[in-house]
Nanobody, 121 residues
């Protein structure tokens, strides 16, 4: 059993900031890539930011320079610092992690429950 629990969403005015957190727990041997996705109303899910086990990062063009992804391997956690938020950032944000479970040689993708981010103008 592996669970990803997210927190930090909420309502913020345009130009404000939020910090999302996601912690993985359960029967974990190791975690490879971790990332944040979002799904806005009427839109498909899109990758927002990704961080590899080695610390390399990738960002969607729409958030470059505003969002920062980081991870804490001692806590099995990934974070998304969101600055200069815009109304178009309004979406449900989901964390994702590639997890190798104890006793397994394979990695699987796990998802958080989603947290709502609403940016008002």
């Amino acid at each position: 059993q592996v669970q990803l629990v997210e927190s930090g969403g909420g309502l913020v005015q345009a130009g404000g900031s939020l910090r999302l957190s996601c912690a993985a727990s359960g029967s974990i041997f190791s975690i490879n890539d971790m990332g944040w996705y979002r799904q806005a109303p009427g839109k498909q899910r899109e990758l927002v930011a990704l961080i590899t086990s080695g610390g390399s990062t990738n960002y969607a063009d729409s958030v470059k320079g505003r969002f920062t992804i980081s991870r804490d391997n001692t806590r099995n956690a990934v974070y998304l610092q969101m600055n200069s938020l815009k109304p178009v950032d309004t979406a449900v944000y989901y964390c994702n992690a590639g997890v190798r479970r104890r006793g397994s040689f394979n990695t699987y993708a796990y998802w958080g429950q989603g947290t709502q981010v609403t940016v008002s103008s």
